[in-house]
């Protein structure tokens, strides 16, 4: 028997493909679309189509999504536990901000890239996520807290270019004007600086936003920090980030943990303006999440020295507010503790 796709893995290109395989018109992709990204329909006989089509779709397809084991919330920020077929355990965060409910989903089980600061390195990768599972977490994030999703960041555990192609198609359906329709300055993607992954993602029809987890402005602390830098350092990373820049045309996130004494001294802001030099770039910094950490968060006074630095040098910086330390939103926390 062949097995069935997930629908909620498929792209909107795929799915035509699918009708017109069938001899039907691909133009009830967007009808399907439609039917089960914008109104919650969860039975294919419920989309409106004809009795042969939904037939065919139900032969073909299934519409399953991960089992909720946990879920915990706080005013501004909410968290899932999801459980995947195969018994494995991921992390969805939901963020409540100012402009919108942001998800923040994680792309594989575990991770090996072994940033230091991070939890999730602690929990080697397992394997990477299908694209239906990286959908799954939005849509099990919205379901189960009624809200409407403005933005997606691929910013939870995992890195996803080293799961190109489930983040490719996820972006994808992410963006579908038919479904979500996010846009794609409304879907983040950040990797920890697997360049060439980046020239990849550079080289899409319609890329989304890109981030990078810098978290040094200097190789010998980066190759601390991150060891991924050792294979790619900062030069070859800084030059992927800008030529994606300048193809795509759009401004680029470096994401910045402030760590108490490693990385956030105003030698250490210099240092990162000199790398930023003139290009189209913008620093986030990030209160650290110091939850069982060998690392500790710096305090508010270095935090706004750095700040400081990085303004006087005119680069565009904002600073993330904290968003629901006591529900565990290190990444990988809350995975950890279930699975203790
Ligand atoms: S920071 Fe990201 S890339 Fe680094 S170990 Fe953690 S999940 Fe992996």
Redesign the pocket.
Known sequence: MVEKRNIFGVTRAALEEYFIQSGENPAKAGIVFDGIYRRGIRSFDALGLSTRVCGALSRDFEMTLPETAEALESEDAAKLLLRLRDGEYIETVLMRQKFGNCVCVSTQVG?S???AF?K??QLKKRRSLSPEEITGQVIAVSERFGVKISGVSVMG???PFDNFGAVRDFCEIMCEPKGYALGEKHVTVST?GIVPGIYEYAALPHPCNLAI?LHAPNNALRDEL?PINRAYPLEELIAAAEYFSKKANRRVTLEYVMLNGVNDTPEHAEQLCGLIGGRDFYVNIIPYNAADSDFEKSPRDRIMRFYDVLKKHGVGVTMRREFGAELKAA??QLRADYEK
């Open positions: 991770c890239m072994g940033c991070c999730s390195g555990i995992g890195e920890c987890s991150m990444c990988g």
